[in-house]
């Protein structure tokens, strides 16, 4: 049985048909169930078991790296052919964070070799990972302290105020909005980023009695008779105490989708 090093297979060329890229958008994180097949030169399909390595750029050559890599130690091939679950990388990012550009390539190693070229380019059917998720600038509300919630994904921030420090949001840099420290409610309108309204309010109230006798019994009976000069009137005027009328409530920590 002839044993094939990795120094001898980076120096064997790789063909890869692209077969099925199918997504279940459904899932939390997504995944995406990739089948391919490698061959050598000749078209001969390999069989056996092999370490394969994945990574998602923005070019079919250099370009940047926007996803990976995640590696499967070890993957049965049979005549070239095999069937893999991208899901998340070795850094904890979701595969789906990597169709929010155009144009999107895949790059494959074989236990541990140099890159199969060209890249294949991944078309439409991932995309469909992105098309069920709320677009970026989605504020949601999140129960962040029930027990069992997981942690805030990646593309995912409180909104505490705080500046971005993300290079893949279109936010990086921007300030997030401050909607947890002050509590604030949000309300819909035709536009956002407006705020509004007070925590405490009162009311100013001003006036006058009725007419009523020196004693104070009720004059309302001599009002109009010239005669009688012992009734009189007050005026008054004041301001109530701030008092807060925020009906029952539910607290959550709201969340803005950045990428």
Request: with cysteine.
């Amino acid at each position: 049985m002839r044993k094939i090093s990795s120094v001898i297979w980076q120096a064997i060329m790789f063909t890869v048909l692209l077969t099925v890229f199918h997504a279940y958008a459904e899932s939390v994180p997504p995944y995406i169930n990739y089948q391919g097949r490698i061959t050598e030169t000749d078209g001969k399909g390999i069989t056996g078991q092999r370490k394969l390595e994945f990574n998602i750029y923005d070019a079919v050559q250099n370009g940047n790296k926007v996803w990976g890599p995640q590696i499967f130690q070890t993957v049965d091939l049979i005549d070239g052919y095999f069937n893999i679950i991208l899901g998340q990388d070795s850094s904890g990012k979701s595969v789906s964070l990597a169709f929010t550009g155009a144009n999107r390539f895949l790059g494959i190693k074989v236990n541990d070799g140099t890159e199969i070229t060209p890249r294949q380019q991944v078309l439409s059917t991932p995309y469909a990972l992105r098309s069920n998720d709320p677009p970026i600038g989605t504020i949601n509300a999140w129960h962040k302290t029930l027990s069992g919630t997981s942690a805030l994904p990646s593309n995912w921030v409180e909104c505490n105020g705080q500046i971005l420090n993300d290079p893949e949001s279109p936010y990086n840099g921007s300030q997030i909005p401050n909607l947890n420290t002050p509590n604030l409610f949000l309300r819909g309108g035709l536009s956002s980023g407006t705020t509004g309204g007070i925590d405490k309010h009162s009311h100013s109230y001003s006036g006058i009695t009725d007419y009523a006798l020196a004693g104070g019994e009720l004059g309302e009976r001599y009002k109009n008779d010239q005669a009688t000069r012992t009734h009189h009137r007050h005026n008054y005027s004041g301001t109530t105490a701030q008092t807060s009328h925020i009906p029952p409530y539910f607290s959550v920590v709201w969340i803005i989708r950045v990428k």
